[in-house]
């Protein structure tokens, strides 16, 4: 599960163009600072976490689902 606090992002989309699964994409809304910040595609991430790593305003978190 990508988590992205939308007040940190400033839309540079680093996470979208690096992430090897295509598991996120521009949100259709902007945030507060008038930029496109990113979301999460269903059933695309594998948590490898470099989404969160390469995010240089630490806006990303990704956790591990826990199964039922």
């Known amino acids: 599960m990508i988590e992205v606090n939308e007040k940190y992002c400033k839309g540079c989309n ?16 902007l945030n507060e600072k008038g930029v496109h910040p990113p979301v999460e595609v269903e059933d695309r991430c594998v948590n ?6 390469i ?3 630490f806006a ?7 199964e039922v």
């Open 48 to 53: 490898c976490h470099l989404c969160e790593l």
């Open 60 to 66: 990303i978190i990704v956790e591990e689902e826990e």
């Open 14 to 29: 680093l996470c979208i163009e690096f992430c090897p699964r295509d598991a996120l994409e521009p949100a259709e809304e």
């Open 55 to 57: 995010c240089p305003d």
